[in-house]
C-alpha cells in the first residue's frame, strides 16, 4: 500500500491544483512533505524488515503482458527517497519565484514527480518504460511555458525528440526479450534475458545503452543536456538533473546489468563512452563562465562516473552508484538553488562579473563552500563515499579507466573552487547589489548541507538501508 | 437490426424536422438518438442477430462495438462541430448526409456479404464527395469533392471488379460460403487472387495507405475542416474495419502468401508520409500525412494476428485526437497568418488539448496512443516482422519531430492575442476528450474482460 500511497500522493495532489488553483501553493506544500514522510516510512519499513507493504501487484494485464506491479526494495528504496526528498526543495524553489499561472506551474512539477516515482516503483518493466516516457510530458510543457530563454522552442524540440527516438531503441530490447519470457515483470524479463546467446545480449545491452546514454547523458549523445539546464526554470533544471536522469541510471543498474549480464560484461566500448565523456565534460566546464552551464557539465561528469561504475559492475559498484546517485541528487539541488539566488538577485549567473561576496555574506559563502567541497569529493562529504566506492570498482575492472576518469576529481577542483573563487573571494564589487539570504532560503541549503555531511560521515545511514532489503528482496 | 434502422431512420428525421422548421432541435435529436444507438448496442450486448436472411447483415459482438465506436466518435464530433454548423445556413442537411454515412459506416461493421459490403463503401462515401464540396463558393472546396469524387469512384470501381471476380470463381457472395470454398480448394485460382487484390486496392485507396494516397493532403486541405475531421476519423475507421473483417477472415490464405508485400506496403505508407509531412508547413496538410501515416499502422495489423479489439483501440484513439486536432484548427481558423501561432494566449483549454493530441497521435506515453501503437508493434515483433517494427521505430521518431514542431508553436508568445471563446459544453467536451486520451491507456488494462 505504501507504494501505491508513494505513486499517486503527488499526482492526486497535482490535480486537486487543477481543480482548486487559489490553494495551489498549500496543496504543493502539503503533497510533497506527505509524500516525503511516507516515503522516509517506507525506508524505515525496510530497515526494521518489514516488506509486507512494500509489494503491490494489480495482476496481470492480459492484452498488455504486463502486470501494475510496484515494489520498493533494495535498489529503488534509495531512489525513492531521493525523488520524494528532493520534492519539496524543488516545491519551495518554484514557489519562491512571482510567476504566471502557478498552480498549473506546480502540478506540472507534482505530475513529473509522480511519473519518475512510478519508474523507480515499477517491478515490471512496461510499466517502467511508460513512466520513464511519461515524466518527459510535463517537463516539456514546464520548459515551454516557463522558459524565459529566446529559442527555448528550438531547445525543447531537440530534448523531447531525441530522447524519445533513444527511448524507442529501449523498447525495442523490452520487446525482443520479451518473446522468450513470461510477462513483463522484471523477474520474469532478468530470466528470460539471461538465457539469450552472448550475440543476442550484446545488441540487447546496446539498445538499452543508446536509450540510458541520451538520458544520462553520456558523450556524443550529451548535445540537448546544456542548453535544456540552462533553458529551464530552476524547478525545472534540478528536476531535471537532481531525479530525472537518476531514472536512467536506476534502469542500467536494476533492470539492463541483471537482464542482460553476458552483453553488459562485453561493453568495454561503452565503458570507454564514459570515460570519454567525463574527461570531455570536465575540459568544457573548465571554460565555463555561466554558472548553470558550469554546474551542467560537471553534472555530465559525475554521472558518467555513475554509468562507468555500474558498467564496471564490480562489488563495490552497487553500493557507490546508489550513494552517488542520491548525494548527485542533492548537490545538483544545491548547486542549482545557489545559482537562481545569484540569478535572481543580480539577473545573470555569470561568475566572472560576481566577486567578494563573502565580506558581506559570510553564511552564504560557508554554505556554498560546503556545497562545493561536496561536489568535488572531498572526504567527509557524500560526494567522496560515492566516488570513492565507484573509482574502486572501476580499478579492479580496468585501472588504466579508472585513473583516467579519477583526472575529473582533479577538474573538478579546479573549475569548482575557480567559480566559487571567483563569487566570493576577491575584491567586494561595490556597485553590486546583492540582497541578504532569507531565512528559507538559508534553511534550504542549510538542510542540504547537513544531509551530504551526514551521509558523507556515516553513509552507513543508507547503505544499511540497502543490505537490509538486499538481505529481503533481493536486486 | 435496430441499430440500422435506427440510423437510417435519424438521417430522414433530420430532415424532417428541417421541413418541420424545428431546426434548433437538430442537434439534440441526433445527440439523443446516438446516445439510443449506443444503448441498443449495450442492450444487444452477446447476442448475435442476422436480418435479411442467414448473412447478410451479422450483429455479432465485434460488429456491435466497431459500430459502438464509430458512435461515440460521432457523438463528439457533433459536440464539437456545432458551432460551426450553427451559422450554416443548409446545416441540416449537411447533418442529414453525415447520419447518412454513418449508416454506411454501420454496414461496414456488420456485413456479412459482399453486396452489403458494396452498398456500405458506396453509402459512406458518396455523402462525403458532397460534403466535400459544401463550401459551394469556395475553390478548393469544390476542387477538393470533385477530386475525391473522381478518385473514389474509380476505387470503387476496381472494389466492384474485384468483388465480381471473386463471385465468378467462388460463385458466391457470402462471406460464409466463400471461407468455405476456399477452405475446400485449399489451391487458389488465379482469378480469385486477382479479385482479392482487387479489394485490396480499392481498400487501399480508402483507407489512404501508399501507393494509392496522393488524393489524400489535397481533398484534406480542401474540404471544410470538421468534414476532414469527419473523412479521416469515421469513414477511415469504417472502411479498415472491413478491410480487416474481410483480410482476417475469409481472405486470411491471400494475407499468409502475401504477407511480407502487404508489410511492404505498410512500410512505403509509413515512410512516404512521415517524410513529406516534415517538409509541410500547413497543419491540416501535415495531419493530412499523418492520417496517411496511420493508415500504416492500421494496415499491419492485418499482417500481425492483431485482434479487432486492439485494431478498435486504435481507430479510437486516433480518432478522438483527430477531432480534437482538426476542430482545435476549426477554431482558429479565422485569425489571419499562422492561426496556431500562441494560442495558449487566446485559450489554454484549446492549447492543451491541441498538445496532447499530437502527443497521442506520436505515441508517447502516458496517451493512449502509445498503447495502440505498442499493440501493433507487439503483434508484429510476435510475427517475425521485425524490419517493418524498425521502420515503424524511426518513423514513430520522425513523427515526434513534426507533432511536437506543430504543438511548440502553440506555446510561442504573442502580442495582443484577442480570447477565443468556447461555450461550456464545447469547453468541458474538450476537456473529457482529453482526459480520454489518458484514461484509454488506463482502459487498455482491462480490456480483455469485454
Not at chain 1, 506540472?108 to 510499466?127: C, E, H, T, Y
Not at chain 1, 534475458?193 to 550475440?199: F, I
Not at chain 2, 449506443?38 to 442476422?50: H, L, M, N, Q
Not at chain 2, 501493433?376 to 520522425?398: D, G, H, N, P, R
Amino acid at each position: 500500500m505504501l507504494t501505491l500511497a508513494l505513486l499517486f500522493i503527488p499526482a492526486f495532489f497535482g490535480l486537486m491544483m487543477f481543480l482548486s488553483s487559489d490553494l495551489s501553493k498549500k496543496l504543493a506544500w502539503v503533497g510533497s512533505l506527505l509524500n516525503a514522510a511516507v516515503a522516509i516510512g517506507a525506508a524505515v519499513a525496510v530497515s526494521y524488515g518489514k516488506t509486507e507493504m512494500l509489494e503491490f501487484d494489480g495482476g496481470n494485464i492480459a492484452p498488455l503482458g504486463a502486470h501494475f506491479a510496484l515494489s520498493i526494495n533494495a535498489t529503488s528504496i534509495l531512489m525513492v527517497l531521493l525523488n520524494a526528498c528532493l520534492l519539496p526543495f524543488i516545491v519551495h524553489v518554484a514557489s519562491k519565484h512571482e510567476m504566471r499561472n502557478e498552480s498549473a506551474f506546480l502540478s506540472l512539477i507534482l505530475f513529473m514527480s509522480s511519473a519518475m516515482m512510478g519508474a523507480f516503483l515499477a517491478n515490471d518493466s512496461f510499466l517502467f518504460y511508460i513512466c520513464y516516457e511519461a515524466a518527459l510530458v510535463p517537463i516539456y510543457f514546464i520548459i515551454l511555458q516557463w522558459s524565459t530563454a529566446e529559442n527555448k522552442s528550438k531547445i525543447v524540440l531537440k530534448f523531447f525528440v531525441y530522447t524519445l527516438f533513444a527511448s524507442l531503441f529501449m523498447l525495442f530490447s523490452l520487446l525482443y526479450v520479451r518473446q522468450f519470457a513470461d510477462s513483463f515483470l522484471i523477474s520474469d524479463m532478468i530470466a528470460a534475458g539471461s538465457k539469450l546467446s552472448q550475440h543476442e545480449q550484446v545488441w540487447v545491452f546496446a539498445g538499452f545503452f543508446i536509450a540510458f546514454a541520451v538520458k544520462i547523458p553520456i558523450f556524443p549523445f550529451h548535445t540537448w543536456q546544456p542548453n535544456t539546464y540552462k533553458a529551464a526554470p530552476t524547478a525545472g533544471t534540478m528536476l531535471l538533473a537532481a531525479v530525472m536522469l537518476k531514472m536512467a541510471t536506476y534502469g542500467l543498474l536494476r533492470i539492463t546489468m541483471p537482464m542482460v549480464p553476458a552483453g553488459a560484461a562485453n561493453a568495454d566500448w561503452a565503458m570507454w563512452l564514459c570515460v570519454i565523456s567525463i574527461i570531455y565534460a570536465s575540459f568544457v566546464a573548465l571554460n565555463q563562465t555561466s554558472f548553470k552551464l558550469l554546474i551542467a557539465y560537471s553534472s555530465i561528469a559525475h554521472v558518467g562516473m555513475i554509468a562507468l561504475g555500474i558498467l564496471a559492475n564490480g562489488n563495490t559498484a552497487y553500493e557507490g552508484a546508489l550513494i552517488e546517485m542520491v548525494s548527485h541528487g542533492a548537490i545538483a539541488v544545491g548547486l542549482f538553488f545557489i545559482a537562481d539566488m545569484i540569478e535572481s538577485r543580480v539577473g545573470h549567473d555569470h561568475f566572472n562579473k560576481l566577486g567578494g561576496l563573502r565580506e558581506k555574506h559570510p553564511a552564504f559563502a560557508f554554505l556554498f563552500f560546503v556545497i562545493v567541497m561536496a561536489s568535488v569529493a572531498l572526504p567527509v562529504t557524500s560526494g567522496f563515499v560515492g566516488e570513492f566506492l565507484l573509482l574502486q570498482s572501476v580499478g579492479s575492472h580496468n585501472i588504466v579507466m579508472a585513473l583516467l576518469a579519477g583526472l575529473t576529481v582533479v577538474f573538478g577542483a579546479v573549475y569548482m573552487l575557480r567559480a566559487f573563487q571567483s563569487t566570493m573571494l576577491g575584491k567586494h564589487n561595490t556597485e553590486l547589489a546583492f540582497a541578504e539570504m532569507t531565512a528559507s532560503e538559508k534553511m534550504v541549503l542549510t538542510i542540504l548541507v547537513i544531509i551530504t555531511i551526514a551521509i558523507g560521515v556515516y553513509p552507513g545511514m543508507l547503505l544499511d538501508v540497502v543490505h537490509k532489503g538486499l538481505q529481503l528482496t533481493g536486486i | 437490426m435496430k441499430e440500422l434502422l435506427l440510423t437510417a431512420l435519424l438521417g430522414i428525421g433530420v430532415l424532417v424536422l428541417d421541413i418541420l422548421n424545428l431546426k434548433k432541435y437538430v442537434l439534440p435529436f441526433i445527440l439523443l438518438a446516438l446516445a439510443t444507438l449506443v444503448g441498443f448496442i449495450a442492450a444487444d450486448w452477446g447476442t448475435v442477430e442476422t436480418p435479411f436472411g442467414q448473412t447478410m447483415l451479422v450483429y455479432e459482438n465485434g460488429a456491435n462495438l466497431a459500430l459502438g465506436v464509430f458512435a461515440v466518435v460521432l457523438f463528439f464530433w457533433f459536440i464539437l462541430s456545432s458551432s460551426y454548423f450553427k451559422q450554416h445556413e443548409g446545416k441540416t442537411d449537411l447533418y442529414a448526409l453525415v447520419v447518412f454515412s454513418f449508416c454506411g459506416a454501420g454496414l461496414l461493421a456488420s456485413f456479412g456479404n459482399m453486396a452489403m459490403l458494396f452498398l456500405g463503401v458506396e453509402i459512406l462515401s458518396i455523402p462525403v464527395y458532397v460534403l466535400a464540396a459544401s463550401k459551394k463558393h469556395d475553390l478548393a472546396s469544390n476542387e477538393s469533392g470533385f477530386k475525391y469524387f473522381i478518385l473514389g469512384s474509380v476505387a470503387s470501381a476496381i472494389l466492384l471488379f474485384g468483388i465480381t471476380l471473386v463471385y465468378g470463381a467462388t460463385g458466391s457472395f457470402d462471406l460464409a460460403v466463400i471461407s468455405n470454398f476456399i477452405q475446400d480448394e485449399k489451391d487458389a485460382s488465379i482469378i480469385m487472387n486477382v479479385g482479392i487484390t482487387m479489394i485490396l486496392v480499392g481498400f487501399l485507396f480508402k483507407i489512404s495507405a501508399a501507393p494509392f494516397h496522393i488524393w489524400t493532403p489535397d481533398v484534406y486541405q480542401g474540404a471544410p475542416t470538421w468534414i476532414t475531421a469527419f473523412m479521416s476519423t469515421i469513414v477511415k475507421a469504417a472502411a479498415m474495419v472491413a478491410l480487416f473483417k474481410l483480410f482476417t477472415g475469409p481472405f486470411q490464405f491471400y494475407v499468409e502468401a502475401n504477407g511480407y508485400t502487404i508489410g511492404v506496403i505498410a512500410a512505403v505508407t509509413l515512410i512516404a508520409s512521415n517524410t513529406a509531412a516534415l517538409w509541410q508547413t500547413d497543419v491540416k496538410r501535415m495531419l493530412a500525412y499523418s492520417s496517411i501515416s496511420h493508415a500504416g499502422f492500421l494496415l499491419s495489423t492485418i499482417i500481425g494476428n492483431a485482434s479487432l479489439l486492439s485494431l478498435l483501440f486504435y481507430l479510437l484513439t486516433y480518432s478522438i485526437a483527430g477531432i480534437i486536432a482538426f476542430g482545435v484548427i476549426k477554431e482558429t481558423q479565422t485569425i489571419g497568418e499562422n492561426p496556431l501561432k500562441g494560442l495558449y494566449r487566446r485559450n489554454g483549454v484549446l492549447a492543451f488539448a491541441f498538445t496532447a493530441a499530437l502527443l497521442s497521435m506520436a505515441g508517447i506515453p502516458p496517451f493512449s496512443g502509445f498503447i495502440a501503437k505498442y499493440f501493433v508493434i507487439a503483434q508484429l515483433i510476435e510475427a517475425k516482422y521485425f524490419a517493418l517494427v524498425v521502420v515503424m521505430i524511426i518513423t514513430s521518431a520522425i513523427g515526434a519531430f513534426y507533432y511536437l514542431r506543430a504543438s511548440l508553436n502553440v506555446y510561442q508568445h504573442i502580442e495582443n492575442a484577442g480570447r477565443i471563446v468556447l461555450t461550456p459544453l464545447v469547453k468541458w467536451t474538450y476537456i473529457l476528450l482529453t482526459a480520454l486520451l489518458v484514461l484509454l491507456t488506463v482502459a487498455a488494462g482491462y480490456m480483455h474482460n469485454l
